[in-house]
């Protein structure tokens, strides 16, 4: 059994937060122009040999920024982690950096799967997230390229108060794509994000609810990210529970069941779920009770390390310390790996050992990263205590 204790999971490596966008909920602030104190290549590969300290299997990489493709050497360092053993996925910003030759050189390099951004399912939405107009039109060329060159795609969705209501149209948009899965981020209020642009408790189970409902509906593997009542919920409904909702689940459901899809599977089942298990087409699995810190870290573009990219702890830094120590012995690292630990009802959850809630966004409100998740309704005590 894989124990998130001794090694991650997935690992999050920002390689620079130069970015030719300005996105209004963005973690990093990113700039237009890279940070001069960025790890250099040499530096790159040396992460790369820690990654492999931990042992095999060896965890999953997901390069991000900023924009990785501001990155002159990306191909190196794709190519070094590829030949080195490690599945790495991409992430990258929808602007006219990534061309043709470049996505063909992404699946060249070893890559196994490339993510983009997609925040609203029409161009008014998604460009005014992201702050430059025409981003919409790029996005779909560069999605539509990735479909021709043959390299599976993951399409990212922020949930914030400005699209709510447009979650199902984005459903659509996601299988029309044929993304492989659908990650569905709720905003955390760090970097640019602000904390009105969260919704309310109340709607992140409505949301979340449907999430298990597009899972079961239509041929789409679905993940929440920041957000792992999305376990629980999937959990309770297995079991015949069903949360309690409100109207906002009710019109998203409404919408949903419109959707009609050729080739449904009757198998559909979430990704990230509480105990279900899922294998998208391009073999990269998930796996249950990964949060911030536990089972997962976040290594920025200057070599800090943190438990996420949206919990600003700083745990250690790569060129003083390896991955491996940093992850055993931080003071962090430990607090997040024990759920026992966990503050108010989040420490008495019977779902602290699948969920445990998002320790950023506590950190992000509360300023206390063992607090309870700030927008969870949930009261404990209905099941019996689970553990993974």
Known sequence: MFDLKEKPFIVFWELTRACMLACKHCRAKAQKKRHPDELNTKEAFAVIDMLREFGKPYPLVVVTGGDPLMRDDLF??????????????????????ATRDKIEKLKDSGVSR????????????????????????????????ANEVGIPL??????????????????????????????VFFVVPTGRA???????????????????????????NVKSSAACHLRRIEFMRDSG???ETAELYQ????????????????????VM?????????DG?????????????????????????????????????KSLKEIYMESAVFKDLKDPEKLKGKCGKCEFRYICGGSRARAYAVYGDYLAQEPRCIYRPGKFELIKV
């Open 114 to 145: 490339i993510a983009i951004s997609i925040d609203g399912s029409n161009a008014e939405i998604h460009d005014t997230f992201r702050g430059v107009k025409g981003t919409f039109e790029t996005s779909m060329k560069i999605i539509d390229t």
């Open 284 to 320: 990269i699995k998930r796996m249950m009770g990964i949060t911030d810190g536990r089972g997962m870290f976040f290594i920025s573009h200057t070599g800090e390390v943190y438990p996420s990219g949206f919990l600003p702890v700083v745990a250690g830094n790569v060129r003083e």
């Open 194 to 220: 602000k904390k009105e642009y969260m919704p309310g408790a109340q709607e992140f189970e409505d949301i979340l609810c449907w999430l298990y409902d597009v899972s079961k509906k239509v041929n789409l």
């Open 273 to 281: 779920g509480s105990h279900g298990r899922s294998l998208a087409v």
């Open 241 to 243: 529970v069903m949360p």
């Open 251 to 270: 019109e998203l459901l409404e919408r949903l069941e419109k959707i009609t899809v050729k080739g449904k599977s009757e198998e559909s089942k979430i």
């Open 154 to 183: 993951q399409i990212n969705t922020t949930v914030t108060n400005f699209n709510l209501h447009d979650l199902p149209d984005m459903v659509k948009l996601c299988l029309s794509k044929g993304a492989v899965l659908w990650d």
């Open 76 to 97: 190196e360092i794709l190519e070094q982690a590829s030949s080195s053993k490690i599945r790495v996925a991409v992430a990258f910003s929808g602007t006219p950096l």
